[in-house]
Every structure is written in C-alpha cells, then in structure tokens.
C-alpha cells in the first residue's frame, strides 16, 4: 500500500518520475487492449445480490451495457443500478443510477453521468472526459470552461503529453467547470470494464487512471489467486483482484476492494466485496443475460 501514495493525487498537476514511468507502461498496456474485442461491449446484463455482513439482504445491483450513441458516435452505454431492499426503505432508501459513454473503438469514456439517492442524500454529477482542447475552446456550450482554459496556468498543464482537460457539473443546469485528468482517463463506472480488458496474470500489479468528483487519481489493483466461485448464476472459475481505491467508486467508498473476475477474456465480475464504516457488503451474480 506504501507505494500508493506515490502515484494517489490530489488535486495536483505536476508529473514526477514515478508518476510518469507508470503512465507510459499503462499506455503500454494499452495498445494491447486495443488489438482485442470484448463481447461485454456488445450487451450483457448482470444482476447482483446485496447483503450486510454476508447474511442480511440489503438490496440488488445491476450492471448492463448497451448501443447508444453520443455526439454521432457509436458508444457502448454503461449503465450501473443499486437499489435497496424493500424492508429497507423506511430506514435508509437507496437508488442510485450511473451511465458512461464509452468508445467502442478508443476503450474509454467520453460522458458520464451519476444520480444517487441515499437516505435523505442526493447527489448528482456530469464529467467529460478524453476531451480534446482545441475543439473545447471553440464550443460556445463549453463558455464559461473555455474562459478557464485560456488561461496562464491552463495553458502551461495542458501542454505535459500526459494531461487532458475534464469537464466537471453536479447541476444540471451549471455551468461546466474544467479541470485536468490524466490522458485516456477512465471514470469510475467504466474503470471496472476497463479492468475486465486487462490480460491479467496471477500476483501482479496494474494501474488504472481514472478521474472522479473533480480529482484524478491512479488506481492500483494486485492480482490475488484463484478461486472456484459457486453463485446462482452458475459455477465459475475466477482470479481475485484486490483494488486500492482513494476515490469513492460506484458501489463502493474509498478504501480496499476485492473483485472476483471469471478466467478468460470477458472476466465477468461474480463476487465483490467491501468494508463500509460499519461491518462489510458483498455483492454475489444471481443472473447473467
């Protein structure tokens, strides 16, 4: 975990040696990535049951993918559900919906955008990602943005190889702020699929960039073993992912994850695990389409 903080931002722009060295063995990585195709990016609905300390029924979850489109772009739509359980609501009601819009061909989002509902708490959050600058500063939709952009400090990130401009609003009707992501950025729903690209190998480490809440980060995963996973969706061969996560994900808060991934090309997640403030939620595959 040490060497995390090496690499975990905050807001700063700057890029140091370590920083850089990982970046460039992502980019690497990368163009692996996009040599292969994915079924997942062509439809798939996985539906999750929710419990409290791995016994009490706390609710449901459903990631699917879908065709979409955005800025007269073929996409494929990310679409992340939770819901709470019924005997729940009276005490702490939970719907929360997420959507990326993610490249078919480049493996990274353009848009997301993020509603939730929790309690008396409401949230709600729109990012642009992987933008390109110069098309941004001649959008009059980006205006108060573009005005940011032009200026000094901007001017100067934005010429590092590594930094891209990201837009930020947690309105609908605000004003677009930006900010600085890495390059090839993911957001925190489509950094999950992008780990599902990744080839990965027993007892290594990747890193994944992604950008949330105005900050960006590098999230690092370790590969763990592998398991043999019984859920009702079916049996399933598996390889244990531990992420280090110091952004809040989509059903999940900052702190360690465990991801069970099935073996082979798609690495469907069956089994996710995390600590909350109080005791720990679990998340197992009832159903696949």
């Known amino acids: ?4 903080k090496i690499v975990y931002g905050k807001n700063i722009y700057k890029i140091n040696n370590r920083t850089a060295e990982i970046l460039k063995k992502i980019y690497t990585q990368r163009k692996k990535i996009l040599r292969r195709r994915f079924a997942f990016l062509d439809g798939e609905k996985l539906t999750y049951k929710i419990t409290y300390l791995g016994l009490i029924d706390a609710g449901k979850a459903i990631l699917q993918t879908y ?11 990310i679409k992340a559900s939770a819901y709470s359980a019924k005997w729940l609501h009276f005490f702490y ?15 990274y989002p353009y ?23 110069d098309k941004l500063i001649k959008s009059i939709k980006y205006k ?9 400090k901007y001017i100067k990130e934005l010429k590092i190889k590594y930094n891209k401009p990201a837009l930020y609003k947690n ?3 605000a004003e677009w702020k930006p900010y600085i992501a890495y390059k090839y950025t993911q957001d925190a729903l489509s950094a999950l699929y992008y780990l599902r690209m990744l080839n990965l190998k027993n007892n290594k480490s990747y890193y994944i960039p992604v950008y949330e809440n105005r900050k960006r980060y590098l999230a ?6 592998y398991y043999n996973i019984d859920t009702p969706a079916g049996k399933f061969n598996t390889i244990k992912i531990k992420a280090y996560l110091n952004f809040n994900g ?16 798609n690495h469907t997640p069956v089994y996710l695990d995390t600590k909350i403030p109080i005791g720990y939620m679990t998340a197992i595959l009832i159903k696949k389409k």
């Open 1 to 4: 975990m040490s060497n995390c």
């Open 67 to 77: 065709p979409g489109s955005y800025n007269s772009k073929k996409v494929c739509v």
């Open 93 to 107: 009601y939970v719907h929360d919906k997420t959507f990326s819009y993610f490249s078919l061909n480049k493996y």
């Open 111 to 133: 848009f997301m955008v993020m509603k939730r509902h929790e309690g008396s708490h409401n949230d709600f959050t729109e990012e642009r990602l992987n933008v390109k600058y």
């Open 144 to 152: 108060m943005a573009r005005k940011t952009l032009e200026s000094k």
């Open 171 to 173: 309105r609908i009707n």
């Open 220 to 225: 690092l995963v370790k590969t763990d073993g």
């Open 250 to 265: 989509v059903f999940t808060h900052k702190g360690s994850l465990k991801i069970y991934l099935s073996t082979g090309i």
